[in-house]
């Protein structure tokens, strides 16, 4: 990437535009082209850094803590108040339980209406641990190995480790990115004033915004020179051979953010609804994919056929938390697709796996 000349057509259709918008938000007549760095990495005029998303990075910190401790329960009893501390993060160090501290927490940040839905999984988890000696099967919680890897199951076939860490990165992560800090009362927040240079703050509000946005994708600023091992990062390159979604993602974060901190804060809505679109295509794709790798394993291995089930169910219903305005499906349709995994992953067959997988495809 390199310099942007904008025509004077674009610059008088964002003048005319911005009549109905807040004046902080328009772009400086004068300005003709802006330039987007090849990272995201913003600088002032001193040469000091604009970006700051560390209560995402803490939040990523804090989910990668609880996987880590819940992943013990195929070998260990876990327990459920643990998991839903470090969850609200109790006494700004998951009471005890995370390994820094954070006036952050997740359940906070959480898409209400499921707070209860993650912390009954949590439950599940320690119910099912109790069992952690036992072999998995239906009606039967426990422990189901496939070549080094071992997990544990509910009665019901259901992992909820998975549940819980991909559940999360839709319903806190990704909701939070393209529905609050993409929404328009933060993308009109003020983009004049800086918030406070005396205190390192160098940016302004609007600025802030879309970096705690970029925070919540979970990359490195050189994303993908550097794929991460988790969270949305990985599950971009992931998808990147079907959906080119690495480049996509990176270079409209990119260019979002420097139109804003050029004052050409219109630029930002095309960026906003392509990293909206590929971030549910990304989801739904990774969705498709595991219940594919279900296919494949049923009937030979079911340790991977109930693990990938779990995560196609996530992948699936992180499509929720997607803007309504924006998705290829209603809140019923995609509850709809969810019912059809019932409520034992023991029963589904492959004709079932393979009439979910075909809604999917139906929409993307």
Known sequence: MGKIILSLGVVVSLLVSCDKKESNNCPDETTTSYDIPETYDFKNASGLSTVSYEGQTDRLNQLREMVTYMKTANSQVVNAQQLKDMFANTNDDGNGHFTFTSSKQLKSKCFSLDVSFFEDYMDSLELASNDFANTASNGQAGVLT???????????????????????????????????????????????????????????????????????????????????????????????????????????????????????????????????????????????????????????????????????????????????????MTQTEIQVILDMFGDNFWDLSKTNILAIKSALELKY
């Open 146 to 328: 496939t070549g080094t890897s071992s997990y544990l199951f509910t009665k019901s076939g259901k992992e909820p480790v998975q549940f819980i860490e991909k559940g999360l990165m839709g319903a806190v992560f990704m909701y939070q990115a393209l529905n609050v800090y993409f929404g328009d009362d933060k993308m009109s927040a003020d983009n004049t004033l800086i918030v406070d240079a005396q205190n390192g703050e160098y940016y302004t509000a609007l600025e802030h915004y879309w970096d705690e946005a970029f925070g919540y994708f979970g990359v490195g600023i050189d994303f993908p020179s550097t794929i991460p091992g988790d969270f949305w990062g990985k599950y971009s390159n992931a998808q990147d051979g079907l959906l080119g979604c690495n480049e996509i993602m990176m270079d409209n974060f990119i260019k979002g953010r420097a139109a804003i901190s050029a004052k050409i804060a219109g630029d930002k809505e095309e960026p906003i609804q392509l990293i909206q679109n590929t971030w549910e295509d990304i989801s739904a794709n990774q969705a498709i994919k595991y219940l594919d790798d279900a296919n494949t394993a049923f009937g030979n291995d079911n340790a991977r056929l109930l693990h990938v089930l779990s995560e196609a169910y996530a992948f699936t219903m992180n499509l929720k938390y997607c803007p309504e305005e924006t998705r290829n």
